[in-house]
């Protein structure tokens, strides 16, 4: 006897359809991992269970949760369900919360609010809750705001109040997409502790094929709203029929194959590199207090090199990328590029900033929204002494559109007329078109769904065959890294920790952070092998 | 486009034309005496009635309008010239003491609203309609300062802004480049909203004898007038008052309607 | 909190003092000098000296700043141009009509504004948002002294329910008192409500697209009580910033409307000396209304920290 059963789920809002036909089921103790990338309407899935769905709405099909049928219940009847025999933990722990309560009253009101227990006895089981989910109340008390705690712990105070009342079934939207990789391994070996000891069912939603394949019992792909294969985990991985769900898996652990590195000389040369953020003042006239952002950074970057940074959220990554690319001055140690000082006499080097480019993380903010494609791949010329005009102009444009995959026609359209892959490689023709020595790539897959992310890959490959490019690719995604680099440096508390050939350092990693961070991050089953 | 952007450009773009028309042509002089037709309620020969004096209500409405309209758009004009720059500037320079200094000014030009401006300036210069104008200009500038400085910082953040700084652009480049075309709508809905406060704010200040001076017909000098007659002759407060609601109304409902229509979001959605 | 507070107490003391060099400033400017303004042109030279020294205007203009500044500070305004009296006297008789008058109007407008806002962000897009938003739209058109004109033409000449104008005293009871200042105070209220009920309603509507209100729903909370117990605690902070406008919007409306009831407030004081030339006086209610203003702020700037624990604790 399964414990949720969706029969047939259809949603339109305002008559455009979102979900058709979707059908899945979930017993006690199981997890069902529903997959799929960005537009499949796998978030719709889990709202729809829960009857939260955006206003306009229209359901169709069967939703039962054991012998209840969820869409006869009225309004009322679901808010005594939800929490009390659903719970429900979102993607965002940094917005989950109420900012003006404390963690301990958001805790109980799950239980006060279902009048499940006198309020005494809700805070012990808020206390106890909150202990289970490793947040006990001598070093976390209760009366802690949000604003106190960091992303995984306000997850973990997410999934105290989702579990409160020992809901039979779970339901997690992306819950550790937002995390870091050590603590995303922790949130998860936590969600699948508390499937066991409750029995309860957990719907997961994830994009994360690696998470998938580590943490279900049961996969459901879905794409544009339907349900494209399901089945049990290790059948679905080995016998998966969907040319689609083949495509997912593949493009989940892509890996390109990169021309061989010239042996040359430095390109950039990083010396003892500080950078020192000032805190704000604990007491009125303190001396203030200075965060070091990164602290005493060496590194050499060679021509032709493709070189790798990886490291958690504020590690310190992006403020070196800064440094580097001359935005903001270090407090001590020296940037070269190609011999020549990035940052001389605290003003940047504008005759080395033309050497240099960047590619950001968010394909959407990346540009101005108001100017054409022409202009913004352009903005670089604005560095060169003499920039091309006229029919040469055009013909840079071009030849660097189609150089990333793109038609020279594009070049009168505005940016809100391509996807988010497109923009990406529109990023690309921006930082390529002055030919720039080194390319910095500033988590600039993150962002995009595994199949487009498996193009730009591909696309980076080419070209650096084509343009024999060097950079530094930052980023907290290991696997991508792996396949895009030659070397990579390890990133901890501005420090970096490691460093050495990509392939070396992660089959035999030497630091111990460096080996927790490989051995956190979830894994993909090699399809190659299973599916041959 | 939706009813109130609109009803909101009917109604302001109602008011303006009888600006415009009054400089050529009014029903009768706004200026000329006339005892023996005084206090008329409104008719075939006079619209909007007559005053205490005779003279043709609908003649001084129109030209009202212009005073009204003259003031705030130009109350406006030194707020954006003034305000917008200095917006742009704290936020380009975050955390800087230039920074400080201007949000610290603009605090203090909120603390005093602009009825008491106008009551300094008086007390030193005497009244008129250019003092007027000087004091709901000077009080618009910290609105528009802070709502720049505002938008402005949240695209400073944006990868775009660090895109165009890799690419060499000064701080000066990029806000005249970048910054102000993405801030320009806010400015368009914000200026509409200034406009119908300076309305109300000339309005005000006329009333109590610190706007335009006689000659010059102004909504609020009317209902001044008025006041000691409202009970026997209430189309002397009723006209110019609805004059004014229908104007500001009018700028109101054109301004949201503007935030809509120009909401980038929104006409993403839409492309 | 207590950092916060000092820190927030020091930048009203540097406003304050910012200010009182600017208005003195100002009045400085003004052509002409206030004895022979006051003793007519064909006064003997001893005669405007002995005036001079009696108003304290025969020393250097740094000095008769400090002078007025540390006088204002234990309460001595200075003696009025034209009728010779203490000023601080002449103020605190006015200031017992336009504060009473300021903060009903304050308090009325909240009262409304508050039911009204969260009424219309419950029912987005429903008829009865539509109509509030059509209603506040209007009040926001309306000028509060024309308002006031109409209420009299209504309630004071046709209905006999309030006096066209004047004010009782308190001496009379305060009943008595309040009864004379009802009308002034709908009437400034009531456009200020229909503002403060919109930003009321569109700070709660942001605060309904939240992540943690869909968090607030999920652990059973119905529509209402999610509004309730985590969205209204939310949206006060933008709506105390516009309170804290308002009350100066108030105080200046205040000056306005007491021209219409013909009530003996500061308005009326400031209008009066204006015409006398009587600027001792100008300069110091300027002073007051702007001291008001930045005192209302700063406790603006307290409650803030009551609403939002994250200020409390970062600075």
Redesign the interface.
Known sequence: MSLLEVNNLSLSIHGTGILKQVSLSIAPGQIVAVTGESGSGKSMTALAVMQLSPNGAEIDGALQLNDLSLLNCSEADMCALRGASIGMVFQEPMTALNPVNTIGDQVMETILIHKAMPPKQARARAEEVLTRVGLPPDQFPLSRYPHELSGGQRQRVVIAMAIALRPKLLIADEPTTALDVTTQAQILELLKGLVTEYNMGLLMITHDLAVVADMADQIVVMRHGEVVESGATGHILKHMQHPYTRMLFEASGHQVSLPEPAKSRPLLEVTNVIRDYRLPRKRLFDTPEHHRAVDHVSFALNRGERLGLVGESGCGKSTLTKAILGLEDVQGGTIRLDGQLVFSGHKPNLAVRRKMQVVFQDPYGSFNPRHRVARLVTEPFYLLDSPPTGSERQDRIAEMLTAVGLTPDDMGKYIHEFSGGQRQRIAIARALIIRPELILFDEAVSALDVSVRAQILDLLAELCEAYDLTYLFISHDLSVVRTITDRVMVMRAGKIVEEGDTESVFSDPQHQYTKNLINAAPKLPDIGQIVA | MSRSLILGACLSSLVLLAALVSFVWTPYDYAALNIPEKLQPPNAQHWFGTDHFGRDMFSMIMVGARTSIAVALVAVGIGMALGVPLGLTAAARKGSLLDELIMRGNDLVFAFPSLVIAILITAVFGAGAINAIIAIGIFNIPVFARITRGAALSLWEREFILAARVSGKGAARISAEHILPNVANLLIVQGTIQFSLGILAEAGLSYVGLGAQPPTPSWGRMLADAQTMVSFAPHLALIPGLAIIVTVLGLNLLGDGLRDWLDPRIRVARA | ML?YT??RLI?LM??LA??SV??FA??E??PGDPASFMLGVNAQEDTLAALRAELGLDVTKVQRYLNWVGGMMVGDFGTSYTYRTPVSQMITDRLWVSLPLALYALTLSTAIAFPVGIYAAARRGRPGDLTVMGAT??G???????FA??L??IFA?NLPWFNAGGFAGWDKGFWTGMHSLTLPAIALALPQAAILARVMRSSLLDILG???M??????????R?ALW??GV??ALIPVLTIIG?QF??L???S??IE??FYLPGL?RL??Q??SA?D?IV?ESV?ML??FA??TV?FLVDLAYAA????LR???
């Open positions: 950092r000092l820190k930048s540097i406003s910012v200010a600017v208005i100002v009045i400017v003004a739209q209007l926001i058109a309306v000028p509060n002294f024309w004109m109409m009299v033409l000449i939240e992540d943690f869909r968090t607030a729903r999920a652990k059973g909370l119905s529509r009580q117990r985590h605690r939310n406008l100066s919007f105080l200046a409306g000056i306005i021209q219409v308005g400031v209008f000396a204006i030339r600027l100008v300027v209304l702007v203003v930045i702020n609403v939002d624990p994250r604790s970062r600075t």
